[in-house]
T-cell receptor, first 112, second 112 residues
């Protein structure tokens, strides 16, 4: 069964550094998303992406964040100048229609 | 601010019983509704989606939607210890953008 994959599974970085989280969505899906979940808190929407552009973004998704689909398979989330409060699980999701989303296993980001 | 509220839990039921999980949402324009299961440290796993008022059954799971009351529920029949997890309710307002708003989740424990 096709699934969303994410790398790395765990990323540790120093405050102020840049990180890139990578995702490979399900191959025939057209809609891509990033969510995050701070430990013990709810899943929060960051951004949705369709047709090579951002469809919607939340207040969390400020200038520190960017997304890119550099080729036909990868979908990346870049966080510039990481902060302690960016520590969270980051989930990529994809959908073949603009609602039913399938989540990847997540990347645990730890900012020291 | 679009809100999704769930029973705070935790909910504990004996094996074989029916578990009932409830969710209310604030935005009357919400279009689609999802239930995810999340095991500790794992990503959300889609269980059910429902778009129309009424019941939708899939195996041991039944989702119920009442748009007039802004209420969606999930029933799990013949609960098994493997059903022990946190259940997340998610709501999409705009099916084109596909952004999901999640509740805090209800933790279910099924006791053998």
């Amino acid at each position: 069964e096709p699934e969303v994959t994410q790398t790395p599974s765990h990323q540790v970085t120093q405050m102020g550094q840049e990180v890139i989280l990578r995702c490979v969505p399900i191959s025939n899906h057209l809609y891509f998303y990033w969510y995050r979940q701070i430990l013990g808190q709810k899943v929060e929407f960051l951004v949705s992406f369709y047709n090579n552009e951002i469809s919607e973004k939340s207040e969390i998704f400020d200038d520190q964040f960017s997304v890119e689909r550099p080729d036909g398979s990868n979908f990346t989330l870049k966080i510039r100048s990481t902060k302690l409060e960016d520590s969270a699980m980051y989930f990529c999701a994809s959908s073949d229609r603009a609602d039913t989303q399938y989540f990847g296993p997540g990347t645990r980001l730890t900012v020291l | 601010q679009k809100e999704v509220e769930q029973n705070s839990g935790p909910l504990s039921v004996p094996e074989g019983a029916i578990a009932s999980l409830n969710c209310t949402y604030s935005d009357r324009g919400s279009q689609s509704f999802f239930w995810y299961r999340q095991y500790s440290g794992k990503s959300p796993e889609l269980i059910m989606f429902i778009y129309s008022n009424g019941d939708k059954e899939d195996g041991r799971f039944t989702a119920q939607l009442n748009k007039a009351s802004q209420y969606v529920s999930l029933l799990i029949r013949d609960s098994q210890p493997s059903d022990s997890a946190t259940y997340l309710c998610a709501v999409n307002y705009n099916t084109n953008a596909g952004k999901s708003t999640f509740g805090d989740g209800t933790t279910l424990t099924v006791k053998p």
